[in-house]
């Protein structure tokens, strides 16, 4: 055991040192599953099994870096309570895997159980969701609750730190020669600012940080709470639609594009009260309406047809396309059946 323990110790720190180098390794592996599917027996179920993995072996090694970078400096989840992050966690874990889960459920219990455990997941998802923006400053949830590092910015960030920390020790070497603006206490040790160095009246702030977090929470309108409320319950709306009128009829593809729109709109009312991330995280809403052009019925009466017609114009027209666009359309029945690929949100 305490070798095991080793070993991970030392793939930490290797991770925390290359990340440019695992994320390499992490494409390879998304890539291995997609090669995967349709060539060999239960290939779905495998290919989604490899696909679940090379997510999570991401999710991971994000961890990994994040913890070494938040040992330097605060990181906005560590500044979260610890129920709060972890139900993250969690919820970012089970969105990682839900198509695996559904697929392996299908399998094993039938279209009943399928049905079945699409519910729960999604139940627990909305309720986590919700815990969450009640007890945390999240005023948007992204999906997944965690996003994937930037790591090529993080690689520029790392490198602009080390130039700086290089150009702070030469104008160290130099302000030290100077007055120095600062003491150290004589017990604690703890570097302490004296008053001639403190920055002008006009840039000072006097608040404490858990204060502005507290009052900006406070004053977050209400359309928008309303808006992401309408966003977090819609799986269920559409679930309860889907039981009420079918998988494929129009009256559940109109409830779930009308709750979608509403949410939307509620938001882009108050953009002008959204940090950039949260403009983000909407952006990415609006982009995902494109999934509603291959979800059913729209996509049986329009799509479809559409599409067959471009993969086969490939084919004949583009040299290597074949390997590609013929693998995609063997595929895209699977991928129309399995829920999660098209309603996970």
């Given at each position: ?15 925390a ?55 330097k ?7 979260q ?61 992204t ?35 100077q007055?120095?603006?600062t003491?150290?206490l004589?017990?604690s ?28 929470k ?9 808006a ?7 799986p ?27 949410s939307?709109h ?10 950039k ?23 049986e ?9 471009l993969l ?8 290597l ?25």
């Amino acid at each position: 055991m305490d070798k095991l323990k080793g070993m991970l110790k030392a793939y930490e720190e290797w991770v925390a040192r290359n990340p440019d180098v695992v994320g390499d390794f992490e494409t390879t592996a998304k890539w291995v599953s997609y090669f995967i599917a349709g060539r060999i027996s239960s290939s779905n179920v495998l290919s989604e099994l490899v696909y679940t993995l090379s997510n999570m072996l991401v999710f991971y090694n994000d961890r990994i870096i994040d913890g070494e970078r938040s040992a330097k400096e605060n990181s906005m989840l560590r500044l979260q309570s610890k129920l709060c992050y972890r139900l993250k966690v969690t919820l970012t874990t089970l969105e990682y895997s839900e198509v695996f889960i559904e697929i392996s459920a299908r399998r094993l219990f039938g279209q009943t159980g399928k049905w079945l455990l699409i519910a729960l997941i999604q139940v627990f998802k909305a309720a986590g969701r919700l815990f969450i923006l009640r007890h945390s400053t999240s005023d948007i949830i992204t999906s997944p609750p965690i996003a994937s590092l930037n790591r090529r910015a993080l690689g520029k960030q790392r490198k602009t730190a080390a130039a700086g920390a290089s150009a702070a020790n030469d104008d160290a070497n130099v302000i030290q020669s100077q007055h120095s603006v600062t003491f150290q206490l004589k017990r604690s040790g703890r570097i302490i600012r004296k008053v001639e160095g403190a920055p002008p009246i006009q840039y000072r702030d006097f608040n404490l940080h858990v204060e502005n977090n507290e009052a900006a929470k406070a004053q977050v309108p209400r359309q928008l709470l309303t808006a992401e409320y309408l966003y977090i319950s819609k799986p269920l709306i559409h679930l309860a639609a889907m039981g009420l009128f079918g998988r494929r009829s129009w009256k559940q593809y109109m409830v779930a594009l009308s709750v979608d729109l509403y949410s939307i709109h509620l938001y882009r009312q108050r953009r002008h009260l959204m940090s950039k991330q949260q403009k983000l995280e909407l952006s990415r809403r609006c982009i995902n309406l494109m999934y509603f052009l291959v979800r059913s019925p729209f996509y049986e009466s329009y799509t479809q047809t559409r599409l067959e017609r471009l993969l086969d114009l490939l084919v004949r027209t583009v040299p290597l396309a074949k390997m590609v666009s013929g693998p995609l359309k063997d595929y895209i029945p699977q991928w129309q059946s399995t829920y999660f690929y098209l309603w996970s949100t």
